[in-house]
C-alpha cells in the first residue's frame, strides 16, 4: 500500500531530439501549463530538471517558466536533492525521443527511490506513443499525482483512439489541439493502475480527485504478529501457507472498517517467526523485513523506532499504554518489628559505631590518665555498657574519674538524649499505624531490591523491546537486559505470586 510521504512533485518532461517538430505554440504552451502549475501547487518548492539535452529550446522555455536547477541524465547521480530534505519537491525530467535514454531515467528515479515518496506530482512530456511506458513504470507505482503532457506527432495517438477511462465530462479549460493530457490512475482499471486521458488542465493540477476514496477492490495483502487484544487471527481453513483469518480484535475491527469505505480487499498472513523484526545493517527480519522487502503492504500495529522510521511509513495511530512493573501488591509490615523500623537500617548502624568509637576513645583517655598520675581506671567492658545502658535510659554507675571522662560522658548524654526522643516520637506512630511496603514503580527501584528477580513473556521480548534494551545508553536499563529472564506465554500470574519477582508488561506500539 502507498507509504505517507512528503509532498513532492516530479515533472518528467521527455523531450524530442532536433528531429522532433515542436513549434513555438507547442513550447509556449506547455511552459505556461508548467508555470501554472507551479503557481498553484508548488510556489514552495525546491525545484530540479533532470535532462539529456540541457540546451534545447523546450527544456530552456520551461527552465525560465520555473526556475530549476539542472541535472544532467547520463552523470554520476546518486541523489536528486543532496544533502537537504525540503518538505516539497519538484522533479523535471527532460529526456530525447531515444527509447534507451528515457530507460536510462527512469532507472535512475528507480535507483534513488522515488517510489518511497508517495505524494509526488509527475508530469510527462513527451510522445503519445510513451505514455503507458512511462506512467506505468515501476518507479512511480506509489505515485499519487502523475500527469503526461503528450506533443502531438505526425501519427495518430495511440490512446487518444483507445480511451476507456473517461471520467471527467466536464471541461472547465480545453487543452489546444497541440497537446494531449494524461493521468496515472492507481486503482481505476479493477483496482488496478491504468492510463485515463483528461481534457482540461484545471483538473489535472487540482485535489479534487482522490485517488483513496475508491480503490476499486483492490486487493492489499497484510501481515501480522499475534497480540491480543489487538490482532487476534487462526489458520484459515483450506489454504496453504501462512494466509490466516481474522479473529475478534482491535485491528481487524479498523481493517475491516478502512476496507468498507475506501472498496478494498485484502488477504492476511501470519508472520512465520511470530517476530516483529531486528534490524542488522540496514536490513530488517520478521515483519518489517516484509515491509521492507515490499513482500506485504502493511501491517498490523508496531511501534515507530529510528531504524524503522527509514525504510517503512507510519499511518495515524491509537494511543496505547506506557511501560509498567508489576508485583505482589504493598502488604501490611510484620507488627513485631515495629520497634525496628522508627530507624532505618543506616541510622542503627550508625548508632552501633558510634557507641564503639565513644567506648574506645573514653578507655583511651582514661589509659593515658592512669599512666601519667597512676590513678585507677575503668576496664572497657565497664564503659561499652555505661553507653549502651544510657541508649537505653538504665546507665550503670558513671565510670569517668577525670575531666576527660566527664565530658566524654557529657557528650555521650547528649547524643543519647537526641537519639531516644526521636525514637519514641517515631515509634509512637508507628505502633499507632501499621506501616505497609513501599511499591516499586520505576526500573530504577527495581534494580535496587536486593534478592529480587524480574522477567518478561517470550512472546513480548523481541522487536523494539529488545532494540530498546540493547541500544539504551543507561546502566539502569543494561542492568535490567542483563537480567532479564523469559517465561512462557500465561505463566506471568504464576511468577507474580512470588514475593521478590517483578514482571514486565509493556504496551502494543513499544513491540
Known amino acids: 500500500m502507498v507509504g505517507s510521504g512528503s509532498l513532492i512533485l516530479v515533472l518528467a518532461m521527455v523531450v524530442m531530439k532536433s528531429g522532433w517538430t515542436a513549434g513555438e505554440k507547442s513550447a509556449e504552451m506547455v511552459g505556461n501549463m508548467a508555470e501554472e502549475l507551479v503557481e498553484k501547487q508548488l510556489s514552495e518548492c525546491h525545484r530540479v530538471m533532470l535532462t539529456v539535452t540541457p540546451h534545447a529550446a523546450l527544456v530552456q522555455t520551461i527552465l525560465r517558466r520555473v526556475g530549476a536547477g539542472v541535472v544532467v541524465v547520463g552523470e554520476s547521480v546518486s541523489q536528486l536533492w543532496g544533502r537537504i530534505t525540503p518538505p516539497c519537491r519538484a522533479l523535471f525530467l527532460c529526456l530525447t525521443k531515444n527509447k534507451n535514454e ?25 510522445e503519445t506513443a510513451e505514455v503507458e511506458t512511462v506512467l506505468l513504470h515501476s518507479s512511480f507505482r506509489n505515485t499519487v499525482h502523475a500527469i ?71 486487493r492489499l ?16 481453513e483450506g489454504q496453504p501457507g501462512p494466509i490466516v483469518s481474522f479473529r475478534d480484535s482491535i485491528d481487524s475491527r479498523l481493517v475491516q472498517t478502512f476496507a468498507k469505505k475506501m472498496n478494498f480487499t485484502f488477504e492476511v498472513h501470519a508472520e512465520p517467526n511470530s517476530s516483529w523484526g531486528l534490524e542488522r545493517s540496514g536490513v530488517f527480519s ?9 513482500e506485504v503492504d502493511f501491517c498490523s500495529a508496531a511501534a515507530p523506532t529510528p531504524g524503522r522510521l527509514k ?5 495515524p495511530g491509537y494511543p496505547s499504554d506506557i511501560m509498567t512493573l508489576t508485583s505482589l501488591k504493598p502488604s501490611l509490615l510484620p507488627q513485631h518489628l515495629a520497634l525496628i523500623r522508627p530507624f532505618s537500617g543506616t541510622v542503627w548502624e550508625s548508632v552501633l559505631v558510634g557507641l564503639v568509637v ?13 599512666l601519667a598520675v597512676g590513678t585507677p581506671m575503668q576496664n572497657i567492658n565497664t564503659i561499652l555498657l555505661f553507653g549502651l545502658g544510657s541508649l537505653l535510659e538504665q546507665p550503670v554507675p558513671d565510670p569517668s574519674h577525670t575531666i576527660s571522662g566527664q565530658m566524654m560522658v557529657g557528650l555521650w548524654l547528649l547524643f543519647c538524649l537526641v537519639m531516644e526522643t526521636g525514637f519514641r516520637s517515631s515509634l509512637v506512630a508507628h505502633l499507632t499505624v501499621q506501616g505497609r511496603s ?20 517470550k512472546t513480548l521480548y523481541k522487536g523494539a523491546v529488545v532494540e530498546y534494551f540493547t541500544k539504551h545508553t543507561g546502566p539502569v536499563v543494561h542492568q535490567v537486559e542483563s537480567n532479564m529472564e523469559g517465561s512462557k506465554r500465561g505463566s506471568s500470574l504464576q511468577y507474580l505470586t512470588r514475593w521478590n519477582y517483578f514482571f514486565t508488561v509493556y504496551s502494543i506500539l513499544q513491540l
Not at 480511451?163 to 466536464?170: C, L, V
Not at 489487538?230 to 484459515?236: G, S
Not at 520478521?286 to 515490499?294: A, I, K, P, T, V
Open 358 to 370: 565513644w567506648g574506645m576513645a573514653m578507655w583511651a583517655l582514661q589509659r593515658v590518665w592512669s
Open 221 to 236: 495483502r497484510m501481515v501480522v504478529v499475534p497480540y491480543f487484544p489487538y490482532i487476534d487471527f487462526v489458520k484459515k
Open 102 to 126: 528515457t530507460s536510462k531515467a527512469l532507472r535512475l528515479l528507480e535507483r534513488v527511490g522515488l517510489w518511497k515518496h508517495s505524494t509526488t506530482w509527475v508530469v510527462v512530456v513527451g
Open 286 to 294: 520478521g515483519m518489517m523485513g516484509q515491509l521492507q522487502r515490499e
Open 438 to 457: 513501599e511499591p516499586l514503580d520505576t526500573l530504577e527501584d527495581m534494580v535496587q531490591q536486593s534478592g529480587w528477580k524480574w522477567g518478561m513473556e
Open 311 to 315: 525504510v517503512i511509513g507510519y499511518g
Open 148 to 218: 503526461y503532457i503528450a506533443l502531438r506527432s505526425t501519427e495518430p495517438p495511440i490512446l487518444a483512439r483507445k480511451n476507456p477511462f473517461k471520467i471527467f465530462t466536464h471541461v472547465s479549460q480545453t487543452v489546444g489541439d497541440a497537446v494531449a493530457v494524461y493521468r496515472r490512475c492507481m486503482y481505476c482499471k479493477n483496482g488496478e493502475a491504468a492510463v485515463e486521458r483528461i481534457k482540461s488542465w484545471d483538473i489535472a493540477i487540482s485535489h479534487q480527485y482522490n485517488q483513496f476514496k475508491n480503490l476499486h477492490g483492490h
